[in-house]
């Protein structure tokens, strides 16, 4: 009987009807807030972020939140507070086959189902990484729901959907494996990564100044990253970090 607080997805249209509870079946589904749940909550709302999982989550969260690296801070910061209705949602699923430690896919939307827009991400972390590396996963991945909301916040021209200040999705995977260089080193652990015709590490022993390149061959060697069936690069940055966001014609985007 009341309008849901946090509105929906441009990429959902029906998410945006403020008064269709649980996308209309509420036999399977259920929202017992309208505000951020975890993807992993029960259907019958009988609790709310208390899997195993989520408690692990917030856990390392708040151990990032604290870090002095102010990337990594930013990182955790971008995922705001359980119940906070920001547009962040987090799950859990094997991405392993897929190589992936994490994934978001952020899109514009609406908090509140109005005419202001925000980034709307949707953050999966592989239920297969644990200890470093699940730590790093959350902080890769936070970077990128950093990016999204940045963009957003840069402001979004209705009429052509084109940011103030686009971020790609190169840029954001360079800022992206920064932060995961910075907390496998803050652990004082280190890993390999197929760079082709030899393997290149992130982590322990890695300097700053070292990434870029790292990064590049990273992602030219891995298929996750493909744009358009080429490997992303700074000359095949691929769209930007918000899909559904226009980049301005005839503007060569920096690396």
Known sequence: MS?????GSLANPQSLNKYAYAFNN??????????YVCADDPKDGSSHCASKQDQAFE???????GSSDSDVARAAGAYGKQNDANGVTVGF???SKKGEGGNTVSTLG???????LSAISNVTISTK???????AAIGHEGSHVADAQDVVKSGIDA???TAG????HYQSEQRAYGVTNSILNSENESRKFDCGMSTCSLGRGTMTGQLPGIVDDLLSHSPVYNVNGKPMSSTNQGGSVVNGVNQHPNTTVPH
């Not at 509420?26 to 505000?35: A, I, R």
């Not at 200040?165 to 790609?168: E, K, P, R």
């Open 3 to 7: 309008p849901d607080p946090l509105g």
């Open 26 to 35: 509420p036999l399977t589904n259920t929202d017992p807030t309208g505000l």
């Open 59 to 65: 856990k390392s969260l708040n151990g990032l939140r």
């Open 93 to 95: 699923a094997d991405l």
């Open 110 to 116: 609406s908090l509140d189902g109005g005419n202001t």
């Open 129 to 135: 990484v644990s200890g470093a590396d699940f730590d």
């Open 159 to 161: 009429s052509t959907l």
């Open 165 to 168: 200040s686009d971020i790609t």
